[in-house]
């Protein structure tokens, strides 16, 4: 019988990656293939392969094209891929293959793309963020060590008008916190709209700046529904004097996510990144896509800052999970961990800082900061400031507070004693962890 299939020369386990993208990928094999049977399929249906042989084709330059399964482990494997398969300086033709068809192979019952290593030659087409690590103190001015950027969320997400929204952001700044955020469902809706909102929250930022002459700015959600649309609302961000624009990354996709880093470096300014929906396919273990994978993505594109977990609060991620994150967008290079990661170098690509937020509030701050163990990040704290018992002015002061308690070393209970704000948020919540 002639030779139907051809995906056994997409496995190669003597090949040796040279400046080559590796992707570390977990799969389940169907029940009737063997292992080896169904990484061919993964590397063949990811760059150069189809389900039959092709007599016709030019085979000496497919098969240099080709995809090497070269590497198992267990459920893991490890494949690397030719630069030529791949669109200089495009994520979004490069996740087409490493992340397109095979997810919905029949030879898989699970896949999921756990990491990807980026060679030099490769990441020398991205420029990466523009502020990065650096944004506390290029924008906020903030010395020494242990610089947090501190920034609330206007809570509920929806259903402010744009007045409202600016009054509280002034309260928010004037209790000493540096940033206001738009929730990622909030763009341009009839009861807050997207222009009138932006000039109210800077005038709000202007007058808190006079008042307490730190610096303030906002993370003012410029999702929009065409690129069109978005070029448009970052401009209008930049023009009424902002440092920063919000984008919900993974809804918005790859392709309206470049564009925005390309106007963020034209205008000079810092992206922070909202990673809704991304657990619809980070979550399961077992298929889909790793969240340090992405971040790692966002990280070469040019976010400055990224949404990453927190271990303590709301949302699912385990603390292994969340400092895998960190890594991926904070770390200058990254060892390898079988099964979990590929080593990376990112060269000349800025570290940029991960977020934390979803449910926190002053009595968890002193506990994230110690897990997170780096000098510069983000937190968020939304319903942890417009939830404290005294007011939003009295919760802004109250992070403020526990973040002052944290840097000098002093357990929250003894700080709280002399800072009424702090005192009242801890009554309230203690050390709750969110569910």
Not at 60 to 74: C, N
Request: charged share 30%.
């Amino acid at each position: 019988m002639a030779k139907i299939d051809w995906y056994l020369d997409f496995v190669d386990f003597k090949h040796k990656p040279k400046d080559e993208i590796v992707c570390l990928f977990y799969f389940e094999p169907h029940k009737s293939l063997t292992k080896k049977e169904a990484i061919g399929r993964i590397a063949s249906e990811s760059s150069v392969g189809t389900w039959t042989t092709l007599p016709s084709m030019p085979y000496e330059r497919i098969k240099k094209l080709a995809a090497k399964a070269f590497k198992l482990y267990g459920n893991f494997v490890e494949v690397s891929y030719p630069l030529e398969l791949w669109e200089k300086g495009s994520i979004p033709q490069l996740f087409s293959g490493i992340a397109g068809n095979i997810m919905g192979m029949k030879g898989v019952k699970n896949l999921r793309l756990v990491d990807v290593q980026f060679p030099r030659s490769y990441l020398k087409y991205f420029k990466g963020s523009y502020y990065g690590r650096d944004a506390p103190k290029r924008i906020f001015k903030k010395k020494g060590k242990k610089k947090i950027i501190t920034s609330t969320v206007i809570k509920p997400k929806l259903g402010y008008t744009s007045k409202e929204h600016a009054e509280l952001a002034l309260e928010i700044y004037r209790g000493g916190i540096d940033c206001v955020k738009d929730d990622e469902n909030l763009t341009d809706q009839s009861f807050n709209r997207f222009k009138e909102r932006v000039r109210r929250v800077a005038k709000a930022r202007d007058k808190a700046e006079k008042e307490t002459g730190e610096i303030k700015d906002a993370f003012i959600n410029v999702t929009a529904p065409t690129l069109k649309q978005l070029e448009e609302r970052i401009k209008f961000v930049h023009d009424h004097g902002f440092n920063y624009f919000m984008i919900d990354v993974v809804l918005s996709g790859f392709t309206a996510v470049q564009t925005a880093c390309e106007l963020a470096r034209d205008y000079k300014m810092a992206i922070h990144g909202h990673r809704a929906m991304h657990a619809t396919f980070t979550r399961n273990k077992k298929h889909g896509i790793s969240m340090w994978a992405l971040a790692k993505t966002f990280r070469i594109m040019g976010v400055d800052q990224l949404h990453v977990g927190t271990v303590l609060g709301k949302l699912e991620g385990k603390k292994e999970e969340v400092l895998a994150n960190r890594d991926a967008l904070y770390a200058k290079k990254l060892k390898p961990i079988k099964g979990i990661r590929l080593a990376q170098d990112f060269y000349h690509i800025k570290p940029s800082l991960p977020v934390a937020s979803g449910g926190l509030h002053p009595g968890l701050l002193p506990k994230l900061f110690d897990i997170y163990g780096i000098d510069e990040m983000v937190i968020q704290v939304g319903g942890g400031v417009l939830g404290h018992p005294k007011g939003v002015f009295a919760g802004a002061r109250a992070v403020v507070q526990a973040i002052e308690a944290w840097k000098e070393g002093i357990k929250l209970e003894e700080y709280a004693k002399s800072h009424k704000e702090l005192r009242e948020a801890l009554k309230k919540w203690g050390h709750l962890r969110p569910v």
